[in-house]
T-cell receptor, first 113, second 113 residues
Framework: NAGVTQTPKFQVLKTGQSMTLQCAQD?????MSWYRQDPGMGLRLIHY???????DQGEVPNGYNVSRSTTEDFPLRLLSAAPSQTSVYFC????????????FGPGTRLTVT | DAKTTQPNSMESNEEEPVHLPCNHS???????IHWYRQLPSQGPEYVIH???SNVNNRMASLAIAEDRKSSTLILHRATLRDAAVYYC??????????????FGPGTRLSVLP
């Protein structure tokens, strides 16, 4: 199993540009989520999904969209990038909503200039 | 979810035991205690979790105070690879708020050779 994969590893955007961060898992996990991590801080939840077709907002959802058309994929879209979205983004998955062990991807480092 | 308090940083010598404390004085009876760690430039990694009883696994031990207002993650023999940020997180077993994990700033553990 590849586990949780994220692409790209690094990305630089100009203010106002849009892009999609990709996340995929091959463990048939129902639950997937996106976090952002700013320097010196912990992780903050952006959006999560409890299964294909079902998504919900986390702590810091503004400026981000998600969709979950398949169990495997959970892309995160930045609609109009802002410097405040400069961060490291982590995708995570777990077997289902009730499972306590989450698996994290390696992260995408995003810089918005 | 109830909040946790951890020291910002700790140091240990290689091959010595490490005790990482976590205070959670407002923990509720249905909160699980989780520990994750984040190695440099990687996503968080599950370490251990518990509810009331002490727990052991191949990575670490979790000692939970009798009143559950504090817990301690124990690494029995620290190695250089254990240098990471360690997060203590509470999550309600009922997941009633739909939220996933709330990661605070954690404890940065340095291991000296």
């Amino acid at each position: 199993n590849a586990g949780v994969t994220q692409t790209p590893k690094f990305q630089v955007l100009k203010t106002g540009q849009s892009m999609t961060l990709q996340c995929a898992q091959d463990m048939n996990h129902e639950y997937m989520s996106w976090y952002r991590q700013d320097p010196g801080m912990g992780l903050r939840l952006i959006h999560y999904s409890v299964g294909a077709g079902i998504t919900d907002q986390g702590e810091v959802p503004n400026g981000y969209n998600v969709s979950r058309s398949t169990t495997e994929d959970f892309p995160l879209r930045l609609l109009s990038a802002a410097p405040s979205q400069t961060s490291v983004y982590f995708c995570a998955s777990s077997q289902n909503r009730g499972r306590l062990e989450q698996y994290f991807g390696p992260g995408t480092r995003l810089t918005v200039t | 979810d109830a909040k946790t308090t951890q020291p910002n940083s700790m140091e240990s010598n290689e091959e010595e035991p490490v005790h990482l404390p976590c205070n959670h004085s407002t923990i509720s009876g249905t909160d699980y205690i989780h520990w994750y760690r984040q190695l440099p430039s990687q996503g968080p990694e599950y370490v251990i979790h518990g509810l009331t009883s002490n727990v052991n696994n191949r990575m670490a031990s979790l000692a939970i105070a009798e009143d559950r207002k504090s817990s301690t993650l124990i690494l029995h023999r620290a190695t250089l690879r254990d240098a990471a940020v360690y997060y203590c997180i509470l999550r309600d077993v009922g997941f009633s708020n739909g939220q996933n994990f709330v990661f605070g700033p954690g404890t940065r553990l340095s291991v000296l050779p």
